[in-house]
Every structure is written in C-alpha cells, then in structure tokens.
C-alpha cells in the first residue's frame, strides 16, 4: 500500500498540562525538603514569587524578573540556584514559552544528579518533564537529522525515568513507544523507515499493555501505526479488529479496518486464495460496519461489488448491481451497467448480458458506445445481420474517438461476412482514413478487394455466353435477311 495513510495520534496527553501538574508536584516537594536548606535571602523571597506565578492576575515576567535578580547573587551551582531555576522554569511554562523552558530544566537535572539537592521522586519528575519538552522541540522541528538528535534525548530521558521508577506506567511506555515511531518515520517524512526502531516501538507497546487489564484504545492506535509503516497489513488488521470490537461506533476504524484489507488484497498475487480471502474480509468489514450504521453510501456499496468482481464472485456481484441500480444503493453509471453485463459473460449467460447492455442504451440513450458492445456480443454468437444493425446505431450515435476507426472496420469485416462487398469495402476504407496504420483494415481491405476482382471476373465469364448466343441469332437473322429471294 502507498504510504499515503490515515494517521493516528502519536502522543498520549497534552504536554502544557502534564508540565505545569508535575512541575508544581516539584515545587511542593522541594518547599518541604528539608535539607539541603536556601540561603536566607532567597527564602525570604520564595513567597512573593510564588504568588505572582501562580496567583490571579499572574506577574509572570515580573518572578522572572525576580528570580533573574537573585540568582546573580548566588553561587552558579549552589541548592539556591537549583531552586530558583526550577521556579524560573515553571515561570515559563506558564507563559506557554517550552523552548526557553528547557535549558531552566537542564540545568536543574544536572544540578540534581551532581548534587543529589533533590530526592529521587524530584529528579523523576524533572526526567519525564524534560522528556515531554525534548518531543514537544523536536515535532517542531524541521531539519531531520536535529529532530532525529532531539527524539533521541527524549527518548533517553523516558528510558532513564523507566530505569529508576519502581513504578513504571502505562503512559511511560506508551510515550517511550510514540517516540520511537516518531524516529522510525521522521515524523511521517522519512522515504524509507527504520525497521529496527519499529520493532523497539512494538515491544515498548507490548511493555505498555502488562500495565492494564483492559488495554487502552490509543495503545491499539499506536500498534497501527507501527504495523501500516512496516507494511505488515496481516498485523494491523489484527489490532484493527480488536479495535472495531471493542468500539464497533467508530467510523474512522472501520474505515481504516476495510482500506487495510483492499490494500493487502492489491499487493497479492492476481487470483490468490490469499487474495480473494482479503476481498472476502473486506466484504465482511463492509457488512458489519453496514449493521452499524456506516458504510451505507452509493460509493460503499461500489466497493463491495468491486471487491466481488475481483475476487471472482460473479454471483455475488450480480447480486449487488441487479438490486442496487434499481434502488439507488448503486450509483446508476453506464459504467455499472457495463459491469453487470460483463459478470453475465463470465456466467456464460450471453443473451443476459445483451440484454443488460440494451436496457442500459434505453437509458444512456447517445452512448454508441454501448450499441458496439451489443454489436460484438451478438457477433460473437454468430448473429451477423443483429451484430451489423448495433454497430450501424453506434455509427450514427458515434463513439469514443479512439475506437472510431476499430467500429468502422468492424462494421465492414461485418458486411464482409454477409457477401456486401462494396458496403464492405466503403466501411473498411472509411476506417483507414481515420487510422492509416489499422494493419488490420489493410489486410481485410486486400481480401474485399480480392473478393470484389473474383465477383467481376465471374460476371465477366457469365456475359460473353449470354452475348454469343444473342450475337449467333442475331448473325443468323442478319444471314437469312441478306440472301436473295427465290
């Protein structure tokens, strides 16, 4: 299947809100810390900052300022600093400004894995936000190799919160998960993904669903994604189906379980048990999502009658097309008339499917079209004179200019057939100046010739004996009128 697909959401929350949750959580725990200790003048600060940031109306450019002013009388890797950079930073998330958020944050990690200045659950929770702000700056970037170094440093924090929590969680691996898929498609730009990192995002979402009894829908989602980027349609269609079972109302999967099911039916061989078992699924989808209350449009019901014809369910299509054009759920196109016709031939019920294609030209009354079908049907059963009378019609009604040239030969290789030499030869001509290099109409052109040369010569052959017996009686007559009386 090409890679233009339907795409699935990647990461599972929205970052503005994890960060400022999690950014407090550490403010709170590191106030109630109680050692290492601030220095008194930052203490006696703490308080007037912390309103203008959390308080109504916010002063946040003005704690910026505050903070700026105290950290330059502080040492560059003391706990004060530490603090007040972590105040500053929620500072600027609050402003909704990340890109200058992550270097605050940076700064504090490495002063709380050089120092300790923090317990564990304060540099878990600084991890996982620097792994949210890395992914945020990286699906914003768009030179591929940054991105791909940026989705890299978050992915390293994600592993590094994984390897020391002793509570891992589902939203763990499924972040951990989303951002390698995020490298394995470069963000959905990438000509040619990372297998490798695929199957990495695959296992962190096996990780992910020990974490539930009941999985989580976006977990199902991500599977998907993975699975459509490695072109495994066997195993999208899996977690399709458990998608569809477990939320049978949602449109989009069942329409993304049926496009998975025609595009792994279009890349099997022609004719395949394999193949015709996709179009047979597919047929399925359709139905079931039928009892559900989509999939109910004329264009619906067009591609489970296409999923019929090309699996071989001649039967089954007839089925379709003979209600579906008289009740509308089919769009009533020349072209659907063409292919009931067509399913009748391979039926082998020949006069059905000519009189498919008379009903059709009572409707599509200038198609000729259709009128030189019927002709080559009825040729094909050895009617002449009926295949001639239709091929004449769609002359008059005239056709696609591409086979103008093709009906007129056909219709004097017909007239040829019925002894009409100089119908025969008149058409066939007519169809050589349209199409000069018809080899075709040349051969046939020659044997009208040849025919004609033949019919002359015979009459030719006839005419003396007629003319010598009337010349002998003439000369008889002229004889005894010459002789003398006695």
Not at 103 to 113: C, G, I, N, S
Not at 179 to 185: D, G, N, P, S, V
Request: proline content about 3%.
């Amino acid at each position: 299947m090409s890679r233009n697909r339907r795409t699935l959401s990647s990461f599972p929350a929205k970052l503005g809100i994890l960060l400022i949750a999690a950014i407090t959580s550490i403010s709170l725990v590191a106030q109630q810390a109680p050692k290492p200790e601030l220095s008194e003048k930052v203490s006696e600060s703490i308080q007037a900052i912390g309103k203008k940031i959390v308080e109504e109306p916010r002063d946040l450019d003005g704690a910026i300022n505050d903070i700026n002013t105290l950290l330059a009388q502080v040492k560059p890797d003391s706990y004060d600093t530490a603090y007040l950079t972590q105040l500053k930073a929620q500072a600027y998330i609050n402003k909704q400004d990340y890109t200058s958020t992550i270097p605050l944050l940076e700064t504090v990690y490495r002063l709380a894995k050089e120092y300790k200045y923090f317990g564990i659950e304060q540099e878990l929770g600084i991890t996982w936000m620097l792994a949210q702000l890395y992914v945020q700056d990286a699906s914003t970037e768009k030179n591929t190799e940054i991105q791909s170094t940026k989705f890299a440093k978050a992915l390293s924090m994600v592993r590094e919160w994984l390897s020391k929590t002793k509570k891992p969680t589902f939203e763990a691996y499924h972040y951990a998960a989303s951002i390698l898929y995020q490298q394995a498609t470069g963000g959905g730009a990438a000509k040619e993904v990372d297998k490798e990192l695929l199957k990495q995002a695959e296992q962190e979402c096996q990780n992910a669903l020990t974490m539930n009894i009941r999985a989580r829908e976006q977990i199902y989602q991500l599977l998907v994604a993975i699975a459509q980027a490695a072109n495994d349609y066997e195993t999208a269609t899996k977690y399709l189906e458990l998608m569809v079972a477990a939320n049978p109302k949602s449109s989009q999967y069942w329409t993304m379980l049926l496009s998975m099911y025609l595009g792994s039916a279009e890349v099997l061989p022609e004719g395949s048990f394999l193949r015709n078992d996709a179009y047979a699924r597919a047929v399925y989808t359709i139905e079931r999502a039928q009892s559900n209350g989509f999939m109910t449009a004329p264009g619906d019901y067009q591609r489970k009658l296409a999923c019929y014809f090309n699996s071989g369910q001649f039967e089954g299509t007839v089925d379709i097309l003979e209600d579906g054009l008289r009740n509308g759920k089919v769009e009533n196109t020349q072209k659907n008339w063409e292919l009931l016709s067509s399913c009748y031939l391979q039926l082998n019920r020949t006069q059905k499917a000519i009189d498919t294609l008379v009903d059709a030209s009572k409707i599509f009354k200038d198609s000729g079209d259709l009128d030189m079908q019927i002709g080559y049907l009825y040729y094909g059963n050895e009617q002449y004179q009926k295949a001639l009378e239709f091929m004449k019609v769609a002359r008059d009604k005239g056709v696609d200019k591409n086979r103008t040239a093709s009906l007129l030969f056909f219709i004097g290789y017909l007239h040829f057939e019925l002894k009409e030499l100089d119908e025969a030869l008149a058409s066939v001509e007519k169809a050589l100046e349209v199409d000069p290099k018809n080899q075709n109409a040349r051969e046939v052109q020659r044997a009208i010739k040849e025919a004609i040369d033949d019919r002359n010569r015979n009459l030719k052959k006839d005419e003396p004996a007629e003319k010598k017996e009337g010349d002998s009686k003439a000369g008889e007559q002229t004889k005894n009128a010459q002789q003398p009386a006695k």
